[in-house]
């Protein structure tokens, strides 16, 4: 017995196997795309973010260390107070050399500079 007649008169065309085997590929292809993007924007999210950071000349340092020590020292509140009521009073003199001499010499100390 003959069968006739299976697809309703329609001649179908041949399944083209190679072409078909070209479309596979290129999903194939697109779907790794896709997952090897998903995948490197997964490692940008879990990589730590840069910190900042700072760097102090020698100079800064030294300075930081002095001013740490200056907090450190004793304070004779009593002659602080003696020095504000004279500047205020008027009956304070200043000696402009001392005074520069004195300046000079913190800056060689805080600079590190040889007289």
């Known amino acids: 017995m003959a069968i006739n007649n299976i697809n309703g008169g329609i001649n179908?065309?041949?399944?083209?196997?190679?072409?078909?085997?070209?479309?596979?590929?290129?999903q194939?292809?697109?779907?790794?795309?896709?997952?090897?993007?998903?995948?490197q924007k997964?490692?940008?999210?879990?990589?730590?973010p840069r910190?900042?950071?700072v760097s102090?000349?020698?100079?800064?340092?030294?300075?930081?260390?002095v001013q740490k020590r200056s907090s450190d020292a004793p304070v004779n509140q009593e002659k602080v107070d003696k020095l504000k009521k004279a500047i205020q009073s008027g009956e304070y003199k200043?000696?402009?050399?001392?005074?520069?001499?004195?300046?000079?010499?913190?800056e060689g100390e805080i600079f590190g500079l040889k007289r």
């Not at 179908?12 to 190679?18: G, L, M, Y």
């Not at 292809?29 to 993007?37: G, K, S, V």
């Open 56 to 65: 102090l000349t020698q100079s800064a340092q030294q300075l930081s260390q």
């Open 28 to 39: 194939n292809q697109t779907a790794n795309q896709q997952a090897a993007a998903a995948t």
């Open 94 to 106: 200043v000696n402009p050399e001392a005074l520069a001499q004195k300046i000079s010499t913190l």
């Open 51 to 53: 910190t900042d950071s």
């Open 12 to 26: 179908k065309a041949p399944i083209d196997n190679q072409k078909l085997n070209q479309q596979q590929q290129a």
């Open 42 to 48: 997964a490692q940008v999210a879990t990589t730590a």
